[in-house]
DNA sequence: TCACGTCAAGCAGAT
DNA sequence: ATCTGCTTGACGTGA
């Protein structure tokens, strides 16, 4: 079990998701930018391999508009050494990652510009990780997108288009069960036409699901990922008291965790802490999994690989 | 230096 | 009709 938190972290003194306006677009603005966010990231990286932090999402704003047509920049190859340097990192320390384009990308939209720009934006975030070198146990999660209205024709869109997108796309892609359109059920039954790894996430199947408890929604989506894919993803968060359903919590109840980490025993898989707080809240699960003897530290990992 | 209107992009549900 | 949340508030103009 790799623990870990999505995109920002709160305490290293480096924003690795800097953007800018589209309007001051420029060939000088997204080099500094994407400078800045490739040496944050790094600088990220370092601070969670020293707090036994091995599972990262990595933002989408790495190279902001990278997908837009406003952006000729080749940044592949202009950062292809930082690319290089980040990839040997992540592997020397046996680093997961993932990454989650926004709710922008929908390829089961019924209009063929949205379709297409998601397709980009996918092309883009696989690319990202192609040039740092990361086998497909890297992964780019969505949800399976929009109802518009019909549930079975827009899941049979999705099928048609995915089976229509570039290998790079494809080798990488996981669906994520959401909180209000498709359930893990739903995800189930793209997984049986398509064979696309699911992510589970906690919180949403505690909002919105099929009756599975959490010891069956395990069963059910672990045996979707298969041996290239690494072993299954699991994003938790939980219901922030006193605020609107499906409000992430601000910190981590160390209490919830325990249990979940206790009820999940029998499973191997990554869990990535979508909680307000990021790595704080991390830290405090790497305890938690560490005393229910879950999860060794990365010295002792490191030690039986070259044992 | 700071307040605050706005930011590439969509959808669904709540108000 | 308008607002809010979503993986994450942050950019940047104007005072």
């Known amino acids: 079990?790799?623990?870990?938190?999505?995109?920002?972290?709160?305490?290293?003194?480096?924003?690795?998701?800097?953007?800018?306006?589209?309007?001051?677009y420029s060939e000088e603005k997204i080099i500094e930018t994407v400078e800045n966010?490739?040496?944050?990231?790094?600088?990220?990286?370092?601070?969670?391999?020293?707090?036994?932090?091995?599972?990262?999402?990595?933002?989408?704003?790495?190279?902001?508009f990278a997908s837009h047509p406003i952006c000729d920049f080749k940044w592949e190859r202009h950062f292809a050494d930082e690319?290089?340097?980040?990839?040997?990192?992540?592997?020397?320390?046996?680093?997961?990652?993932?990454?989650?384009?926004?709710?922008?990308?929908?390829?089961?939209?019924?209009?063929?510009?949205i379709h297409e720009r998601s397709v980009s934006e996918l092309l883009y975030h696989s690319k990202v990780l192609d040039c740092m070198g990361l086998d497909f146990s890297s992964k780019v999660q969505i949800h399976i997108g929009g109802?518009?209205?019909?549930?079975n024709k827009?899941?049979?869109?999705?099928?048609?288009?995915y089976e229509k997108l570039d290998a790079r796309i494809r080798n990488r892609l996981v669906i994520e069960n959401d909180d209000r359109s498709y359930s893990l059920r739903d995800c189930l039954c793209i997984f049986k036409e398509t064979g696309i790894p699911i992510l589970f996430d906690v919180f949403h199947h505690e909002l919105f699901?099929?009756?599975?408890?959490?010891?069956?929604?395990?069963?059910?989506?672990?045996?979707?990922?298969?041996l290239n894919d690494?072993?299954?993803?699991?994003?938790?968060?939980?219901?922030?008291?006193?605020q609107r359903i499906g409000t992430h919590a601000r910190s981590i109840d160390n209490e919830k965790f325990r249990k979940f980490?206790?009820?999940t025993r029998s499973f191997d898989f990554d869990v990535m802490l979508e909680i307000k707080d990021k790595e704080k809240s991390a830290i405090e699960a790497v305890k938690i999994a560490l005393s229910d003897g879950r999860f060794s530290t990365g010295s002792s990992r490191r030690e039986m690989s070259h044992g």
Not at 38 to 45: D, F, P, S, V, Y
Not at 209 to 226: I, Q
């Open 209 to 226: 699901n099929s009756g599975e408890t959490l010891e069956e929604a395990f069963k059910l989506f672990a045996r979707t990922w298969r």
């Open 147 to 151: 109802v518009y209205g019909d549930k």
């Open 154 to 161: 827009s899941m049979a869109r999705f099928i048609r288009r």
């Open 230 to 242: 690494g072993i299954p993803m699991v994003d938790y968060s939980s219901q922030e008291d006193g």
């Open 261 to 263: 980490v206790i009820r």
């Open 37 to 64: 966010n490739l040496r944050c990231l790094i600088e990220i990286l370092k601070f969670n391999v020293k707090h036994d932090l091995y599972f990262f999402r990595i933002s989408s704003d790495l190279i902001p």
């Open 83 to 113: 690319f290089k340097y980040l990839g040997n990192l992540i592997r020397h320390n046996e680093i997961r990652i993932s990454m989650h384009p926004d709710q922008f990308t929908l390829i089961n939209s019924p209009d063929s510009k």
């Open 1 to 24: 079990m790799k623990i870990g938190y999505p995109c920002i972290n709160l305490t290293v003194d480096c924003q690795g998701n800097k953007t800018f306006r589209i309007k001051s």
